[in-house]
């Protein structure tokens, strides 16, 4: 059976050929990873080779061929990591000496299978592969230590420039907070706004490369926080500077500041492996991980009765039946669940006390009879596990259903801003209550959702929810306190704002989150793409200023983010409308899910993420997002033809204001423009212009199905929506997933030109 020393997860520090990598070197990145791949596929077809005393010229050719193709790669490889040794001084000795064995070791391999012209290469006196496979094997192996070490190097290189833009960031803030003049302020923010957009670009693309799905969980939610923070800087800051003596205002500014620095820190933790003091993380166990484990530790008694106690498995149920406990005390859990709950962790109780019994007897006696029992024992305690996993599923989902959408219509928000304009401090302070009541019911829906998130990386939105609300409830206090002492301020009423959309933001990304919760329990979750992020020499190095041709200012950055998050949200609405349709494969829906996954990837780059990198593959996709809302309108003409005679003007109507949007936003993308101020124009246009193709996408939908309804067309169009779904509640793929159904994104060049550049060939 062939071997080879690379494994799903990374290169193996070990195979049966006696090849491997450096232990030591800790493959972190998809980038890294992906890059050894091609390398250790031909070493592995080299070390694997069959060893037949009879040899023809062809297998001669191809076992010359790939060691000279290993080389030749290697030979590149090295090349590239010299130019970024002579880039980075600080690690020019350790590269280089890396790069030199990488090249020895590649010139070793290259001469053991020189071995093509050679008629009789074990009588020869030439020392081949044939002959010395032990050398092979140790110039492989050596290969694979230096290559590895030459890419952990490049990506300690990645690092060093987040922590250095991450270190610029936090000086112009300490220099933010200490101003006193808006002039001054002013030019200072303008600078940390540039800052942010360089830190945004860099953490983007460490988070998309990362292996750990956890970590990257954990950097979504502090890039989250740091991208609405950014507004509240701005706003909360502007707000001290015009009312310097008032505490309320004072105590909101230093809140963001507080908030933006965790946030800061988060990020070095996790891209440089670290916690504060050498601290262990320890994560909270959720009743979803509790059960798995149980099950799991169960069901292995099918194989080996003895591997654990009886104690352990006694202890594990009594720590899921005690975060049962945090929906059984929770007051927002219905009777109904309350008492479902409290029944099925009696019936566990009585499951394991009859498994262990059974269990006890098969170690003494394995008798057919017993080990019958025990099977049976075994199906009843992970069915009644199952039950209460599904039970405390439901409680938890529909609790958060009920809460979101008994909250979206943001009553209390909009009573704290009339009342903060009046002036009126007691209404003000009333309904800063109702306000804390909110917060502390949205608090417990996090936490009961973590419960039963059913992975990590949603474990961890769920805890970043929590905290948004629990920091974000007093800062809108403190807000509407600053604007009822100062009613005709327009700049406390703005910053009001800001952090009241920031809330309705989170309320908004709930909802996407508890699809996604839902999806992980119905299994129905994709796979992400990933974006590469090894540095590159000299125009491919990983700056800002290769990736982008243009740099945006402050202020465009903040109307692109806006425009960005109400594209968002009409992606939201236009899949919630695709999810009603039975027929997933009609034409109409079709088109519809892909022009929305481009508005996605569209709006992934106003947040700095995905693979679109630079404002022309902005305009690339835009063009390929108004070709496919042609080949909508089409769609919609030939289904014209279905409909009753008098719909049909009303849908060709709307067709026709499909093609004029589409066409408007080609022109628009291709226009050819020269200078930053006129691409920021254009990016503007193109992705205003794709928001409104989209809002009418979202009308178009909803009367395609009505009109289908009423014809009785197909084979029954519409699934039943579920009843929170009525109220608009906004539903759509979790934020933190970086790009949905990626297929249709009309990339695929993007994809080549990253493919390109990774270090190493496959031939």
Same mark, same amino acid.
């Given at each position: ?9 990374? /290169? ?65 490889? /090295? ?88 270190? =610029? ?9 200490? %101003? ?47 991208? =609405? ?126 498994? %262990? ?13 017993? &080990? ?22 439901? @409680? #938890? ?14 009553? %209390?928000?909009?009573?704290? =801003? ?8 007691? #209404? ?14 949205? *608090? ?30 007093? !800062? ?7 604007? @009822? ?88 609405? /236009? ?37 679109? =990198? ?27 033809? !279905? ?20 066409? !408007? ?55 039943? @929506? ?31 030109? *990253?493919?390109? &550049? ?6």
């Amino acid at each position: 059976m062939a071997t080879s020393p690379c494994s799903s997860s990374g /290169v193996s520090s070990s195979s049966s050929s006696g090849l491997g990598a450096d232990a030591g070197l800790e493959i972190r990145t998809r980038s890294v990873e992906q890059t050894l791949v091609p390398l250790v596929s031909q070493i592995t077809t080299l070390i694997n080779h069959k060893d037949k005393p009879k040899r023809s010229d062809k297998t001669l050719q191809a076992i010359q061929r790939v060691g000279q193709a290993v080389n030749l790669a290697v030979g590149r490889f /090295v090349t590239v990591g010299e130019a970024i040794a002579n880039e980075n001084h600080e690690l020019k000795e350790e590269m280089s000496i890396a790069c030199i064995e990488a090249r020895r070791a590649g010139e070793t391999i290259a001469q053991l299978t020189d071995v093509a012209s050679l008629d009789h290469p074990e009588s020869d006196s030439h020392i081949t592969i044939f002959t010395d496979k032990t050398g092979v094997v140790k110039a492989a192996r050596l290969l694979l230590s230096s290559v590895t070490k030459v890419l952990v190097l490049a990506d300690r290189i990645v690092i060093k420039q987040i922590i250095t833009s991450r270190n =610029k960031v936090l000086a112009t803030m300490e220099q933010l907070e200490k %101003v006193s003049s808006f002039q001054e302020f002013v030019q200072i923010f303008s600078q940390f706004g540039n800052e942010m957009v360089e830190f945004a670009h860099l953490t983007g693309d460490r988070q998309n490369d990362l292996k750990d799905e956890k970590k990257k969980a954990r950097m979504a939610a502090s890039r989250a926080v740091l991208e =609405k923070c950014t507004m509240m800087l701005l706003t909360a800051s502007k707000t001290c500077l015009r009312h310097p003596d008032c505490e309320s205002a004072r105590i909101n500014k230093d809140g963001v500041f507080h908030r933006m620095r965790l946030a800061l820190e988060q990020v070095i933790e996790i891209v440089t492996d670290s916690r504060p003091n050498g601290e262990n993380e320890m994560a909270p166990i959720s009743i979803y991980s509790g059960i798995k484990e149980f099950k799991n530790k169960v069901e292995g008694l099918r194989e080996n009765l003895y591997f654990l106690s009886k104690e352990n498995l006694s202890t594990m149920l009594e720590v899921i039946l005690e975060h049962t406990e945090d929906f059984t005390d929770s007051a927002y859990t219905s009777h109904e669940h309350r008492e479902h709950i409290l029944e099925l962790s009696k019936q566990a109780k009585m499951e394991l006390e009859q498994l %262990v019994s059974v269990w006890m007897q098969a170690q003494n006696q394995k008798t057919k009879d017993l &080990m019958e029992d025990l099977e049976v024992a075994i199906l009843k305690t992970c069915q009644c596990m199952n039950e209460l996993k599904r039970e405390v599923h439901s @409680a #938890a989902t529909s609790l958060a259903a009920d809460l979101l959408k008994y909250h979206m219509d943001h009553m %209390v928000l909009k009573a704290l =801003k009339i009342t903060g304009v009046e002036g009126n401090l007691e #209404a003000v302070a009333e309904y800063t209550c109702k306000l804390s009541e909110q917060k502390e019911q949205l *608090v417990e829906m996090c936490r009961l959702l973590r419960h039963v998130s059913g992975t990590e990386p949603l474990e961890i939105t769920c805890i970043h929810a929590e905290d948004t609300f629990q920091v974000t409830g007093p !800062q809108i206090i403190s807000a509407a306190e600053t604007l @009822a002492l100062h009613p005709s301020s327009k700049i406390a009423k703005e910053n009001l704002e800001v952090f009241c959309e920031a809330w309705e933001s989170q309320l908004s990304d709930m909802s996407m989150l508890l699809r996604e919760i839902n999806d992980v329990f119905e299994g129905r979750r994709g796979e992400k793409r990933v974006y590469l992020s090894l540095p590159r020499p000299g125009k491919h190095n990983a700056n800002l200023k290769a990736l982008k041709p243009v740099k945006l200012d402050t202020e465009e950055q903040a109307k692109i983010a806006k425009l960005g998050l109400e594209l968002h949200l009409l992606t939201s609405d /236009v899949d919630s409308e695709t999810e009603k349709w039975e027929n997933q494969e009609n034409d109409i829906v079709q088109h519809g899910q892909g022009m929305s996954s481009m508005a996605y990837s569209m709006y992934l780059f106003t947040r700095g993420e995905g693979l679109l =990198k630079t404002t022309q593959d902005l305009f690339h996709q835009a063009e390929i997002f108004a070709t496919e809302g042609t080949k909508l309108a089409s769609a919609l003409h030939a289904f014209s033809d !279905q409909v009753h005679v008098d719909d049909k003007p009303l849908l060709l109507l709307e067709a026709e204001k499909l093609i004029s949007m589409c066409k !408007q936003l080609q022109i628009t993308a291709k226009a050819s423009v020269q200078g930053k101020s006129a691409t920021f124009t254009k990016v503007d246009a193109c992705i205003l212009k794709t928001r409104n193709v989209m809002t009418l996408l979202c009308q178009l939908l909803p009367l395609c199905c009505k009109l289908l309804r009423k014809n009785k067309a197909g084979n029954g169009c519409l699934k039943p @929506a579920p009843p929170w779904k009525e109220n608009r509640i906004r539903i759509g793929t979790n934020a933190h997933t970086p790009e949905r159904r990626a297929e249709t994104f009309g990339i695929k060049s993007l994809e080549n030109h *990253v493919t390109s &550049m990774t270090f190493l060939e496959s031939k």
